[in-house]
């Protein structure tokens, strides 16, 4: 899944469309159904994250694009030969020298710009944690507010807690920091908490700047790089999304 580092790329990406009229087109059945071909002629006003949500803006219209398991945005230079096919793409944003382009993904919907803050999906959404506002001790609070019978892991990924940890670095925070991911909330102490949120952010802010590298824990193969200890996989929470973690450092 596009995790909040994803998107804050994709962001950055789609800022230089930023202040350009937008030729805009729908190949799929999907695009088309969303309306977006209603934002033809519009100007990009601005491009908006929050967690794992994009949200392009042009004036009263707002495209929120969630990326699921699968999406991706595409930005390429005109005629440049994309990396799949046209009639795949939900939308295509065409300005002065590059386009902008949405395959697949859960969620692309065109609303009111005034509702993103009252939109039941994003105004549930916890503290982005790449955001420059992001206050760990802040976000302590919403953890310690939460079930303390929950185990750390499972409870990274909850979006209504903390926005924008996914399955990668919720493994490699907790790799990070020596803590195992299967402690509950409980047995965890403010500092142990607030050390794997700023693991965390540090981590996805370098993956911001530089791009994804090899990871420790995360589809680790072989003795942990660190202890030599196994690595150990299995699903985690009523999601069952996979946690990889060291037997030994994190125990």
């Known amino acids: 899944m596009a995790e909040g580092d994803t998107i804050l790329r994709a962001k950055h ?38 967690g794992k949500n994009l949200m392009l803006l042009f004036g009263e219209l707002a495209l929120h694009s969630h990326l699921g398991m699968s999406g991706s945005w595409h ?30 993904g859960p969620t692309l919907r065109l609303l009111p710009a005034r509702r993103l803050t009252l939109d039941p999906r994003l105004a549930r959404l916890g503290p982005d944690i790449l955001s420059p506002a992001f206050n760990a001790a802040q976000a302590r609070i919403q953890f310690r507010a939460a079930d303390q019978g929950r185990t750390l892991g499972e409870m990274l990924l909850d979006q209504h807690l903390v926005s924008g940890i996914g ?24 500092d142990e908490l607030e050390a794997v949120l700023l693991a965390a952010r540090e981590q996805m802010l370098d993956a911001v700047a530089n791009g994804r590298t090899a990871f420790s824990a995360y589809k680790h193969r072989g003795p942990c790089s660190r202890c030599g200890g196994r690595v150990l996989s299995r699903g985690q ?8 973690w060291c037997e030994r450092c994190q125990s």
């Open 167 to 190: 399955n990668i670095f919720k493994s490699e925070a907790c790799f990070a920091v020596r803590i195992d991911p299967w402690r509950v909330l409980a047995d965890l102490s403010d």
């Open 75 to 104: 930005v390429y230079p005109h005629g440049a030969r994309w990396r799949r096919a046209r009639g795949s793409a939900w939308v295509v944003l065409s300005g002065e020298t590059h386009e902008a382009v949405q395959f697949g």
């Open 237 to 244: 929470g009523d999601a069952n999304r996979t946690t990889w």
């Open 13 to 50: 990406r789609l800022d230089a469309l930023v202040g350009q009229v937008m030729a805009v087109s729908a190949p799929s059945n999907r695009g088309k159904a969303t309306g977006v071909e209603r934002l033809d002629g519009a100007v990009l006003q601005g491009v908006n994250t929050h």
